[in-house]
């Protein structure tokens, strides 16, 4: 779900959109809601702030992962220009305006993707998430449901749903996140202990924790190379 080279490519296509919001008439500073996509992560929602000082372009973009900050940026003849760190990696975008919208490419280790973005209030960004509400569950079924979860890996927080399903101590569903859904494989409760084995297209994500005041408490694995906690409260 979330190693280093995903979070670049995250880190990647946010900033694109910073480079697109960089293009708005003749002062491209302002704030900005858009779009940034890809074969492999889907659409991800993002909010750009950008400052233009005589075609030099600083700002920052905030996603569902954190806050990035542009390194370098120019403006200059309806074109932008920008490079940004994503964890040690540096990025570039190209952008441009093209009928009313900042549309983009981004490149970064290797991937690369196309963003879309408008002014703030003019509609593309997708919906923030929805807040956790807590319920309760009954005693016989205390898994069966949705949950708002969010995984720590490496400093970075996650937020996904699952969606549960439990039948004797098996336990079946998916997983969704703004990447998409993935669908469990192969999953187990017993004694307030859950294990859940989820397939991702770039690979395995094994999730153990605790039921404990309502609450799921545990550790992760990604397919072998990433460790991290999450939790998860139902909906």
């Known amino acids: 779900m979330a190693y280093r080279r995903f979070t670049a490519s995250l880190a990647a296509l946010l900033l694109l959109v910073a480079a697109a919001a960089a293009q708005t008439k003749d002062d491209v500073s302002g704030k900005y809601e858009g779009v940034a996509k890809s074969a492999a992560l889907g659409e991800i929602p993002l909010t750009v702030e950008i400052k233009n000082d005589n075609g030099k372009l600083t700002g920052k973009l905030?996603?569902?992962q954190g806050t990035i900050n542009i390194t370098d940026g120019s403006y200059k003849d309806g074109k932008v220009a920008l490079k940004f760190d994503a964890g040690g990696n540096e990025g570039t975008v190209n952008a441009q305006m093209k009928d009313g919208k900042i549309v983009g490419e981004w490149t970064l280790a290797g991937q690369t993707g196309t963003?879309?973005?408008k002014k703030a209030g003019e509609t593309m960004?997708?919906?923030p998430p929805?807040?956790?509400k807590t319920s309760t569950s009954s005693a016989s079924d205390p898994i069966s449901g949705e949950w708002a979860a969010n995984a720590d890996v490496q400093g970075m927080s996650i937020p996904f749903t699952?969606?549960?399903k439990l039948d004797g101590d098996k336990v079946t569903g998916e997983s969704t996140s703004e990447q998409g859904t993935a669908p469990i494989s192969k999953g187990s409760f017993s004694a307030d202990k859950l294990s859940i084995l989820v397939d991702t297209p770039n690979g395995a994500l094994k999730l153990d924790a605790t039921l404990k005041e309502?609450?799921?408490v545990g550790d992760l694995d990604f397919a072998s190379q990433f460790q991290?906690?999450?939790e998860a409260k139902k909906k």
Do not use: Q, V
């Open 62 to 64: 905030d996603t569902p």
């Open 115 to 117: 963003l879309e973005l």
């Open 125 to 127: 960004a997708g919906p």
């Open 130 to 132: 929805t807040a956790p």
């Open 162 to 164: 699952l969606k549960l």
């Open 214 to 216: 309502g609450k799921l």
């Open 228 to 230: 991290g906690k999450w």
